[in-house]
């Protein structure tokens, strides 16, 4: 009899454990108030600068920035289109005006228009260019460097100052190999 019930108890399928602590969505819920936190307060400085600068004329960017034309070209209408090859010169400084990278720091760059590597914010305001224009943008972290930085002078979460020359708009050449 007890061999028969050993056998009988002991077929029983095996459940699943539950685990000692559940998680929830709150570490992404917390992740998502402290970046929104982050934004209001850049943006807020942003918008601090711009009432106290009264020299130049900003425009507000629907790509989530802000820009005033140093040097425009009223009488061309090219602007980089994707493939198009620039060359431009800039440098970074932070909202209090101190440099991070100065323009002789940084060579003049060549850059394949949404085919290399370039924070979001650069990339953005370079199709807002003409050939020989010189602009200067106030970007949140989020659309320069943002958590990670650059990992060299930029630390997490610093917005910049960029001051862009597009020197030369070229189309796309097929290299051969």
């Not at 019930?5 to 559940?22: H, N, Y």
């Not at 917390?30 to 943006?43: G, T």
């Not at 930029?154 to 051969?176: A, R």
Request: aromatic share 10%.
């Amino acid at each position: 009899m007890l061999l028969a019930g050993l056998l009988m108890f002991s077929c029983k399928s095996p459940e699943a454990r539950r685990p000692m602590t559940q998680k929830s969505g709150s570490y992404i819920n917390e992740a998502v108030e402290r970046n929104r936190k982050i934004v209001a307060q850049e943006e807020a400085r942003i918008q601090s600068i711009i009432e106290k600068d009264s020299t130049h004329e900003y425009i507000s960017s629907p790509n989530g920035f802000w820009y005033f034309y140093n040097v425009k070209d009223t009488t061309s209408t090219k602007t980089p289109e994707f493939g198009d090859v620039v060359e431009f010169d800039y440098s970074l400084q932070t909202l209090d005006g101190q440099n991070i990278y100065t323009d002789e720091e940084i060579a003049p760059r060549s850059y394949t228009m949404d085919k290399e590597q370039l924070f979001s914010g650069l990339r953005q305001g370079l199709k807002l260019m003409k050939e020989g224009e010189t602009v200067t943008f106030l970007f949140p972290s989020h659309k320069a460097f943002g958590y990670y930085g650059d990992k060299k002078r930029i630390g997490k979460d610093v917005p910049v100052i960029s001051k862009v020359t597009l020197i030369n708009i070229s189309e796309e050449t097929e290299e051969t190999e």
